[in-house]
């Protein structure tokens, strides 16, 4: 089966590349544990009941928390196996990167629910002049152009809510924490359409959201091109918050690519729904 397959029409094919694409690692902001310095101490309330789905499905972001955004249900036909028990990881100590990675909660969670939102192309679109293109000037055919190359460099992202038992949602960034720390070089995912290997994880900077949180980028491979993946995790008391974002313009093989990361708006967006 091949790997990174080139985006199709639509977000489904993204989706899917997202949950074969991604692998993690991370960072302290100053100290490189993957700590955004904030006191990763902080405990859940040890008698904290978990969310259900039907109130984590309240607390995700909709379209009208994301503006600029088009947030849609992600579908079983879109992730990288049919169940989180579907996926095996050969080193055992990175099944929390893998989880995270392939759509799944990263930890034993008593619920769960994700979205998948996309950068909207008609708003980025919308910047270019409303003329036909036989009545623009070069200016303006260029910056048209330019409109529909940004739109096609759109950033996908998977937002996942999990909520845990007791100390659950602490003890699962700590397992995460603690993976990235032991799987740096790279790990090797298997479904059962094949494996999936990940070569390498990089830290990077927390937004600081939550009672704690870890970001981190991961290199990976489309059909034979480079290709960087970004990511973060975030509790919030006993729920965890993750977001996993690719560039359309890097599935591509755009160098314009370079500089993306997880959207900020997504991370504001859903901690302010969070409360």
Avoid: W
């Amino acid at each position: 089966m091949k790997r990174f397959a080139r985006p199709r029409t639509g977000a489904a094919a993204v989706v899917s590349v997202l949950s074969l694409a991604l692998v993690t690692g991370c960072s302290d902001s100053g100290s490189g544990s993957g700590s955004d310095g904030k006191d990763s101490g902080k405990d859940a309330p040890a008698a904290a009941k978990p969310l259900s789905d039907s109130e984590l499905g309240k607390l995700i972001i909709a379209a009208a928390d994301a503006k600029g955004f088009k947030v849609t249900p992600v579908s079983k036909a879109q992730v990288f196996a049919a169940s989180k028990k579907d996926v095996k990881v050969v080193a055992e100590e990175c099944a929390p990167l893998a989880y995270v990675l392939t759509g799944f909660a990263p930890g034993d969670s008593a619920s769960f629910v994700s979205r998948m939102a996309q950068e909207d192309p008609a708003a980025k679109a919308s910047a270019s002049p409303a003329k036909d293109m036989e009545d623009m000037t070069p200016e303006e055919l260029e910056k048209a152009l330019d409109s529909v190359t940004d739109a096609l460099g759109s950033t996908m992202t998977i937002v996942s809510l999990s909520s845990y038992e007791g100390d659950g949602a602490k003890e699962t960034m700590s397992s995460v924490s603690e993976a990235i720390k032991g799987c740096g070089g790279g790990f090797t995912a298997t479904a059962e359409d094949g494996p999936q290997k990940f070569s390498k994880v990089v830290g990077e900077k927390a937004s600081g959201n939550g009672d704690e949180s870890v970001a981190f980028s991961a290199d990976g491979d489309a059909e034979g091109s480079p290709l960087t993946v970004h990511a973060e995790v975030a509790r919030h008391g006993n729920t965890v918050a993750t977001y996993y974002s690719l560039s359309l313009a890097a599935l591509a093989g755009d160098g314009k690519a370079a500089a993306y990361s997880v959207p900020a708006a997504l991370i504001k967006a859903q901690t302010a729904k969070l409360g």
